[in-house]
């Protein structure tokens, strides 16, 4: 596996409900998801993606980036036409 991916600094694997993970030179973390009521499948692997690169441009570590945040209010609602 190292030797497909030497050439990326960095693979992140999502695999749906089991968790996400990424592949660096320093090493691979794996981080299982949440169990949580699916209540609609689309778009979740690309707001992944999004909070992954967003964690990128705050110099989060890999691991911190791959981590869910839990569903019981330890994220911010999404506030219409407001910006981080």
Do not use: I
């Not at 050439?7 to 694997?13: F, M, S």
């Not at 030179?25 to 499948?41: H, I, M, N, R």
């Not at 911190?64 to 945040?69: D, H, L």
């Amino acid at each position: 596996m190292a030797e497909l991916l030497a050439p990326a600094p960095l693979v992140v694997v999502k695999d749906a409900e089991h968790g996400a993970t990424s592949y660096t030179a320093g090493g691979v973390t794996f981080v299982p998801a949440l169990t949580v009521e699916v209540v609609e499948p689309v778009g979740a692997g690309e707001a992944f993606a999004a909070g992954y690169l967003s964690g990128g441009l705050r110099d989060l570590d890999s691991a911190a980036m791959t981590a869910p945040r839990p569903p019981d209010g330890g994220g911010r609602p999404a506030q219409p036409g407001r910006h981080a």
